[in-house]
């Protein structure tokens, strides 16, 4: 069983707020964010597994800005939306190996498949083995951003045994030639899914046409908006932490069936 720890993160210890654990796994740490109440409850929690671990709860460790996670869990959790949240940090310069499924002769990539093996095989059923998860796919969330968007929504359709559910944010769809919406298009709907996809419309007319098209490839392929498909632009949003943290704190409900 890994050791976990506390993470340093101040204003997380005062009654109420989450709880910041973290541990070491070969080539990167793990961190796992407990909702408020956790250790005073008895009760298991969906889970909700997120790239770019290090962008997301501490400011110090992030590329620029964070998403603000402490406040917005402390605050859903107040509302009655509660998860376990898993940050997976990238690997710097292996990130876009990591992050797409698909090779770009220009940019790389090619190594999706085996790091979702890597969170598959052995991060969830760590955080399984360790904390009170309901481990269900109807209970298994998956999401990032940019390319982190581009692994998330290839493991809903990869993995559709162990997701249930995707946060796909300012999708870099681009890469590898647009590849993903190619195999989005030939792949059948993975049965009982939820989708959150948005864009900000400051971003560039390229990434939001991207989004636009991988919208109407998913209500063709089923998917209806306010049932299963949660679709955004965000007047004015950009490619950045922020405005993915402020837009998740939104899609969080519906990603976990709210």
Do not use: C
Request: hydrophobic share 40%.
């Amino acid at each position: 069983m890994a050791a976990w720890r506390s993470y340093p993160l101040s204003g997380t210890g005062a009654p109420g707020s989450i709880s910041l654990q973290v541990t070491t796994l070969p080539q990167r740490d793990l961190l796992v964010a407990l909702p408020p109440g956790y250790e005073q409850a008895n009760r298991r929690y969906p889970v909700v597994y997120l790239q770019d671990g290090q962008n997301l709860f501490d400011p110090a460790t992030s590329f620029a800005h964070d998403w603000g996670l402490v406040a917005t869990l402390n605050q859903l959790g107040g509302e009655g939306t509660e998860a376990i949240v898993v940050g997976i940090p990238n690997r710097g310069r292996r990130r876009r190996a990591e992050y797409s499924p698909f090779r770009d002769l220009l940019h790389g990539g090619g190594g999706g498949d085996r790091y979702l093996a890597f969170v598959v095989e052995t991060v969830k059923p760590l955080v399984d083995a360790s904390f009170r998860t309901l481990p269900g796919r109807s209970h298994t969330v998956i999401g990032g951003a940019s390319l982190g968007g581009v692994i998330s929504l290839y493991a809903l359709y990869r993995h559709a045994g162990i997701f249930g559910a995707a946060s796909v944010q300012s999708p870099a769809l681009w890469f590898a030639r647009r590849a993903l919406l190619r195999f989005v298009a030939r792949q059948p709907r993975p049965a009982d899914s939820r989708i959150h996809l948005d864009s900000g419309t400051a971003e560039g007319t390229e990434t939001l046409q991207d989004a636009r098209e991988l919208r109407e490839l998913l209500l063709r392929a089923g998917y209806a908006e306010g049932r299963d498909l949660s679709y955004v632009e965000e007047e004015g949003g950009g490619h950045d932490e922020l405005a993915w943290g402020r837009r998740f704190r939104d899609a969080l409900p519906f990603l976990l069936g709210g």
